[in-house]
Each structure stands twice: as structure tokens, then as C-alpha cells.
């Protein structure tokens, strides 16, 4: 490795995002010569956990709005971090002791995510925490105080709620057993026609749920627009049930504890170095022109130019104009109700998820205790989604207000030590292919920006390994490896 | 195939069992994997090329009945020279071995430069070990010392460091330095819940039914 500069690279892979990173794992046991480069200091892109340091470069980074006029516009935008002048003295700790995650989706057990880590072994880098409890925000009514409703999540769950009279259990009952079955031939008749439609109205109209429950069901699909259709709603309900307990009692979902899909990122990057990848960080690759006959060249930082068979990137602006508004706070008191375990065996939940009734469309709150390792002890991260409109970053200050007031009562009118916020745009579903030269150059499309990962995200990563093994790939082979060696000599004790 | 939990469930109800990140530093060739693989495998290969392939690696020590430690050990994977997975490295480690050859006195200078890293990037309360590798070099040929122990001893107190002089091709101090870590790494903070490996936290297994899983997800494809 002497010259970077002397042959061509098989792949210049330009930026460490989750997509990216999973391409590197995918290739990590090709034998193909890897360049793999990221602007940052730090691993991860769009989807890096950032020391408050970190944060703060970042937002001076992309503090930058997008006029009107831009037909492109950058992924992430109008970012801002914000703490009170005593945060120190309120509590805030030293800024490597947080690690706010720019992408803080859960996982459900389900996911081709989790079964592609299992399956190419880097899941044995990996800590997983058990995503607990889904709660619906139910505002102060009639005198009463302001509440968190759980939804129950499991048959089991509705049978035993004290809080849904009997005749809407047997509704709710009725729906719940429809859904876990509902691409089979015998239930599509019910909805097929109407699979374009809303899926409250369908509810209504099939299983003549309450208005409660309907709320329920709706938080459940965590539609970011809180419209979600028959199908998608239905596919996302059947996706939450059907993962509970697949790996342990009482939850649905897992999340990397350190920072979310940054820890998957990073431990893919590494496979990617243990296969002999180079990786270099602080370098930005940049495409240079090239004639029609000659493979693709990039230029480092250092002057060095490589050629590269082929260059896979992310994209850096979007003609999407829908964007999600995110709220990133620091909240000085544990929520400890939260993380409550509610099923006998069950592993502490870390990450608990609340759904906040909002207009034009609903708040999701996801709330991690401090094992997540995001936060000192004591405290925890509150991370709140909500699609972007002109006030939504006051919303959602407000929506922190009032969550933690319903959580913990009176004494929370400031419970924020530290707040990052920024807009990220939803993206183009799309990557993108063109040629320099006799090199095709694919772009991966940001991720999506849900509350919980999209198992679509990952369809780009097998296109650009395909475009990149080109005649020897072979699909049964994509991301199936064998531990590297010593991984698990777990059993032998050196006593 | 391994038994999650086992020496430490086996020991009943007072084991203790923790798991660490340990983090090896220090230039090329100075002998850092091969202090991992006398270590782990009780191994020593004088050919052996830079690593690559082969930089996941745990091992398990008992430190008395009752404790075990164990150690998830990241190997730098031969990429010293770009220094770009050191930000994955600090991350979240809880110990650090940095290496130095002392027959190569500009090692420990490099060495000394890491340690200068990980003070100002890692945890705070992050275990840091200096280890002079090539130990049988120098009893050997006396002449072929460029460090002399004391130097080296005197910069590791005045920083805080463990120090040991070590040789992986005669196994020499080297399990004495991962025992003198563990000893040192914050046992009694592991509470009830870091009684088993996988269960820390909350901790979720993929292990043996995320196999299960992914047999699943060949067979029933849900896209």
C-alpha cells in the first residue's frame, strides 16, 4: 500500500453512511481492493452519533436553510444546537460522555437488517437493547392531568388491560388476529379494495373500533404523516406483532446500544478493515473529469489522484422538498417509568416510544435511558420526529415540555440541558447510476428518515455490491460469512 | 460451539462476569498482534505478516471464583498507517494496551504519542497499559536494548500507565499484563444485570435464534 495513487482501485467508496458501510462488510471477503474515504472525523455521515462537540460542528455545518429557489438542496439543513447558560451547573457533563445518534431508528426483530449482521457475523460487534414500551400522549381532559396511555402490543397484552372495556377487547381482538394474517388468501377479500385508502376510516368501517383504539393502532404503524394507508398500515402492524419475541420475551424491536445505526455502520467499516479495506477519515474523494475511454479518477485531499473500476457515493442533495424536523434534547431526569418490564423474563427495555397527537401530523418521541450509553446515568435523550413544516421546531420544544410534565409531574417546566435540532429531507427512494469514463459511478439515496429501519434501505446496498462483484457475484453469498477467526472462543476460561 | 454464560452461571449466584473493550496501540510491527495471539491462543508465529484478516479476538480470564473478565480485544488491523479506525477504537473502550518494541527506541516515542491520544479522546477513567514487547530479543543480546526498563517505568508513573516488559515469543508478562488490567478495570460497578454475558443492560442475544432468524428469512421471504 505503499502509493494509493499506483494502480486502480476494484471500488472507491466515498463516505462511511449505514449504506455505504454495509457495502463494505459485503465486500469485506471479495478480495477486492477497497478505498474507502469519509470527509468526517468521524464515522457514520447522516447516520453518526456525535459527542456534543461534534454536534456542534455539525450544526454550524449544516446551519444553512434552502431558499425556494434551490432545485437542489442539501440532505440536512437549518441545524442548530442550543443549552442553557447553567447547563453545567443544571447537570450537563463533559461533551464525550453523549452520543447523540443522528439515526436513532429501531430495528424490529424482524428486519433483513438483523438477519444480514447475523449472517455475515458482524452482529457479534454489536450490543442490542430491547426496545420496550409504545405509548399513545393523552392530553389533560376534564380536570385530569395529561397522561401516557401504553398501547398493548400482543393479544395476551389486550386481553389483560384493565384500561379497554370487554366489548372493544373483542373488536380490538378481532383486528389483531385479521392482521397477523392478512396476505393470506382468505383475509385479502377484506381489504384489497380498499388498499389505498385510510387506514382509519377502514377500521371504522370493518372492525368498528373506537376512537381510542383506532388512535392506537394509527400510533402503531408510525406514520410519519399519521395518514397511513390500508396496505402500508396494515404491513407495518403485522411487522410490529409478528416481531415480538422473536429473540426474548416482551419486545419488538432492538436498538445498537452506543448510537443506533452508527454502531452497525462503524462495525461494518471495520470488517471492511479487517478484510483489507483502506480506510482513511478527513479525506474527501472528488470526481474528476475523464475521457470517454479512461476509468474514473478522484482527488484526495493530499494531491494524490486514484483511478477507480468503480465509485459508489451518497448522494448530498436532494429535489425532495419533504423533509422531517428533528429534535435531538438531553433531558435532565431519567424517565424512569418508561423503561418499565412488563413481561416476566423480559430484558430492561432502553428505548421507549411515545406518540404525541400534533397537527398537520403527529410527534413521535423516542426516549433512550442512559444504557443506551448516550447519556450519563441520571439522565436520558429524547429524540422527536415530526414532518417539517415552518413552526414544527417550536412543536416540538413543546412537545419535550410536555412529555416529561406527563412523565414526571409539576417540576419539569425546563427539562432540557442540551438540544440539537435540524431538518433532514426525506430523499428520493432512488439510487442513481452514471458512468465516468468506463467507470459506473452509484449513489446511494439518504436513508429513510422513520422511526423505525426500512428493510427498502437495503435494497440499494445489493445493487451497488452486484454493480461492483459484477460476474462473480454470486447472491447466496451476499453477506453470508463464517466467524473471522478466534470470534468465538468464548468457552475456554484462562484460569 | 460455545455456551453463552456458562463458567459464569455455572459458579451460581454470586459470579460475577463483566466484559470489556480493550483497545491495542502502537506502530507496525512491534508485536501487538502477536501478544493478542499468545494471549488468546497461547500462540507465537515469528513469520507472522501484518494483520490483516484476523483482528476480532476475546478472551475470557477468571480472576478468582468468583470474577470473570472478559475481553473483547480490538487489533488495529493493520491500518496504522492512516490512523482513521482510532475514532472507532476510543469509542467506548474501557482499556488500552499500548505497545512499544525496546529495541526501537522511537517506538516508545510513538507509543508515548498514543497514550497522549487516548487521554484526551477515550473514556475518562480509561485503563491504559504500556507494554515493551521483544523482551527474549534483549536477554538474549544484551546489546540490542534501546529502552532501558527504567525510562520506560518512570514515564509510565508519571502518566498513570501500568507497565510491563514483555515477550509474546516467550509468553513472558503477557498474561500477567491482561491480569493486571482486569484487576484494575471497575468490577465491583458491574451490577446484577451484567451477570451474564448478552444480558447486559437489558442486552438482547442474536446469537443462537438470530441463526434461527436468518434459516427463517431464507425460507419465508416476507419482501
Known amino acids: ?29 471479495s478480495k477486492k481492493r477497497i478505498l474507502h474515504t469519509d470527509p468526517n472525523y468521524y464515522y457514520g455521515q447522516y447516520e453518526a452519533a456525535l459527542t456534543l462537540q461534534e454536534a456542534e460542528s455539525f450544526a454550524a455545518k449544516h446551519a444553512g436553510g434552502s431558499s425556494e429557489a434551490e432545485k437542489k438542496r442539501s440532505v440536512v439543513r437549518n441545524a442548530a444546537v442550543w443549552k442553557p447558560d447553567d447547563a453545567e451547573a443544571q447537570g450537563l457533563k463533559f461533551p464525550r460522555a453523549y452520543s447523540l445518534a443522528l439515526a436513532p431508528q429501531i430495528i424490529h426483530t424482524k428486519s433483513k437488517l438483523l438477519s444480514s449482521l447475523v449472517s455475515s457475523r458482524a452482529y457479534r460487534q454489536v450490543e442490542f437493547l430491547a426496545v420496550g414500551s409504545f405509548f399513545v400522549y393523552e392530553p389533560a381532559k376534564d380536570g385530569s392531568d395529561p397522561k401516557l396511555s401504553r398501547i398493548p402490543s400482543s393479544r395476551e397484552d389486550v386481553f389483560s388491560s384493565q384500561s379497554i372495556p370487554a366489548r372493544s377487547k373483542r373488536s380490538l381482538m378481532k383486528f389483531l388476529k385479521f392482521v397477523l394474517d392478512f396476505e393470506s388468501d382468505d383475509q385479502k377479500p377484506l381489504w384489497e379494495a380498499h388498499a389505498d385508502a385510510s387506514l382509519t376510516d377502514f377500521l371504522t368501517a370493518q372492525f368498528k373500533l373506537e376512537d381510542d383504539l383506532k388512535r392506537y393502532v394509527v400510533a402503531l404503524t408510525m406514520a410519519l404523516d399519521g395518514k397511513a394507508s390500508v396496505r402500508s398500515g396494515l404491513a407495518a402492524i403485522n411487522r410490529h406483532l409478528t416481531s415480538m419475541g422473536m429473540f426474548g420475551p416482551g419486545f419488538c424491536a432492538v436498538y445498537p446500544k452506543w448510537g443506533g445505526l452508527s454502531e452497525i455502520a462503524q462495525v461494518a467499516c471495520r470488517a471492511g478493515a479487517v478484510g483489507g479495506g483502506i ?8 470526481m474528476k473529469p475523464s475521457g470517454e475511454n479512461e476509468k474514473a479518477s478522484l482527488e484526495l485531499p493530499n494531491g494524490i489522484t486514484v483511478q477507480a473500476d468503480s465509485v459508489i457515493s451518497g448522494q448530498e442533495t436532494t429535489a425532495s422538498v419533504q423533509a422531517i424536523s428533528r429534535l435531538i434534547a438531553v433531558v435532565k431526569s431519567p424517565l424512569n417509568s418508561l423503561f418499565q418490564v412488563l413481561v416476566e423474563g423480559a430484558p430492561t427495555p432502553a ?57 414526571e409531574g409539576e417540576d419539569s417546566t425546563s427539562p432540557c440541558l442540551y438540544q440539537l435540532y435540524y431538518e433532514q429531507a426525506l430523499g428520493d427512494r432512488q439510487s442513481t447510476t452514471e458512468n465516468h469514463g468506463t467507470t459506473p459511478a452509484l449513489s446511494f439515496p439518504p436513508l429513510s428518515a422513520t422511526i423505525a429501519f426500512e428493510d427498502s434501505d437495503l435494497e440499494a446496498v445489493k445493487t451497488a455490491w452486484s454493480l461492483v462483484s459484477g460476474d462473480e457475484s454470486d447472491e447466496d453469498t451476499y453477506l453470508v460469512f463464517e466467524d473471522r477467526e478466534g470470534a468465538d472462543a468464548e468457552d475456554e476460561v484462562y484460569e | 460451539m460455545s455456551t453463552r454464560g456458562g463458567p459464569a452461571a455455572a459458579r451460581g449466584m454470586n459470579a460475577r462476569f463483566a466484559q470489556f473493550k480493550l483497545v491495542l496501540l502502537g506502530e507496525s510491527a512491534v508485536g501487538k498482534s502477536s501478544i493478542v495471539l499468545r494471549f488468546v491462543k497461547d500462540q507465537f508465529d515469528s513469520y507472522r505478516e501484518s494483520t490483516i484478516g484476523a483482528a476480532f ?12 473478565v472478559k475481553f473483547e480485544i480490538w487489533d488495529t488491523a493493520g491500518q496504522e498507517r492512516y490512523k482513521s479506525l482510532a475514532p472507532m477504537y ?10 512499544y518494541d525496546i529495541t526501537q527506541a522511537a517506538s516508545l516515542d510513538k507509543a508515548k504519542s498514543w497514550v497522549k491520544e487516548l487521554q484526551r479522546q477515550a473514556n475518562e477513567n480509561i485503563i491504559i497499559a504500556l507494554a515493551g514487547n521483544k523482551l527474549d530479543l534483549v536477554t538474549e543480546q544484551p546489546d540490542k536494548r534501546a529502552v532501558p526498563a527504567a525510562d520506560a517505568e518512570a514515564y509510565a508513573n508519571e502518566a498513570g500507565l501500568l507497565f510491563f516488559e514483555t515477550s509474546a515469543k516467550t509468553a513472558q508478562n503477557v498474561r500477567e499484563l491482561f491480569t493486571a488490567i482486569a484487576k484494575k478495570l471497575p468490577l465491583d460497578q458491574v451490577g446484577p444485570r451484567h451477570t451474564r454475558p448478552g444480558q447486559r443492560a437489558g442486552g438482547v442475544s442474536l446469537g443462537a435464534s438470530g441463526e434461527g432468524a436468518n434459516t427463517q428469512a431464507g425460507g419465508a421471504c416476507s419482501c
Do not use: F
Open chain 1, 1 to 29: 500500500m505503499e502509493s494509493l495513487g499506483e494502480e486502480p482501485w476494484d471500488v472507491v467508496i466515498c463516505g462511511t453512511g449505514l449504506q455505504q458501510s454495509l457495502l463494505a462488510l459485503a465486500l469485506s471477503r
Open chain 1, 279 to 286: 480506510y482513511m477519515l478527513d479525506t474527501s474523494a472528488t
Open chain 1, 351 to 407: 428505548v421507549a416510544v411515545v406518540a404525541l397527537p400534533s397537527t398537520p401530523s403527529p410527534i413521535y418521541a423516542v426516549i433512550h435511558s442512559s444504557d443506551t450509553g448516550e447519556c450519563p446515568v441520571g439522565q436520558c435523550v429524547v429524540y422527536l420526529t415530526t414532518l417539517a413544516t415552518a413552526g414544527s421546531k417550536h412543536e416540538l420544544e413543546q412537545a419535550l415540555v410536555m412529555l416529561v410534565y406527563a412523565v
Open chain 2, 57 to 68: 479476538l476475546t478472551q475470557t480470564i477468571s480472576l478468582d471464583e468468583n470474577t470473570t
Open chain 2, 90 to 99: 476510543y469509542r467506548n473502550a474501557n482499556c488500552a494496551v499500548v505497545v
